[in-house]
């Protein structure tokens, strides 16, 4: 082997170790990070019965998911809905406020939502639609900011529950969880995965805090949902 090859050699050698070393920091970030927000947000998990000794909550926050046809929820999005109409008949609030992906006109997932739960005999009034509630930070951000809530109780399913109440109390709001009925849905698993990657991404975004990509005049959940429409 000549000098030269030697050399190259050397410096493959170099390069995988540096590439492992970052490959292994990068992972214990995702880890730790992870592990951070999973341990703080699990601190404000609550039980549907619970929920009736908090006091002046602000609204009931439902976070979306997919929908069919801009008709149907998701059976995931269909058990969000459940367990808000269910802390709202507890008492927890006596507003709601449906955040969800309104980015496309023949794609509303809270018209959707707020359609369901007028069915089961929500007033209409009750309902806000928040149309810009693209991920769940600007859906924590735009509570605050656009719906100037304050105390709020946030329901969705549980893998994604510890996520949601960490951006929204980084943010601010004194936030609460209730989870959704948590069953074995399609694609779970790379949903769990995703999950582990945005955990990190929000822990990130929760220091810098940037701007969600809409805000606009402020609507209190105080009032009349029907303005959101």
């Known amino acids: 082997m000549t000098k030269r090859e030697k050399r190259k050699g050397k410096i493959i050698k170099k390069l995988f170790s540096a590439a492992v070393v970052f490959a292994l920091i990068c992972a214990s970030v995702f880890i730790v990070l992870n592990r951070y927000v999973v341990i703080n947000g699990s601190e404000y998990i609550l039980s549907e019965t619970a929920t009736s000794e908090l006091q002046d909550v602000d609204c009931i926050l439902i976070l979306g998911a997919g929908v069919y046809s801009n008709k149907y929820p998701s059976l995931m999005l269909e058990d969000r809905l459940e367990k808000g109409i269910e802390l709202y008949e507890l008492g927890a609030s006596d507003r709601i406020l449906m955040s969800g992906d309104n980015s496309k006109i023949n794609y509303n997932e809270v018209l959707v939502m707020k359609e369901y739960a ?10 806000f639609q928040d149309h810009a509630g693209f991920s769940t930070y600007e859906s924590m951000y735009r509570a605050r900011d656009v719906f100037a809530a304050e105390k709020i109780v946030i329901v969705t399913q549980g893998y994604h529950l510890y996520r949601a109440l960490y951006d929204a109390r980084a943010l601010g709001l004194e936030a609460w969880g209730v989870a959704a009925e948590d069953v074995s849905y399609r694609g779970q698993t790379l949903r769990d995965l995703r999950e ?26 105080s009032g009349n949902g029907d303005v959101t429409d």
């Open 118 to 127: 007028v069915d089961a005999g929500v007033p209409s009034e009750h309902i």
């Open 196 to 221: 582990i990657l945005a955990r990190t991404k929000d822990a990130i975004c929760c220091v810098f805090k940037p701007l969600p990509t809409y805000l606009g005049e402020v609507i209190p959940v």
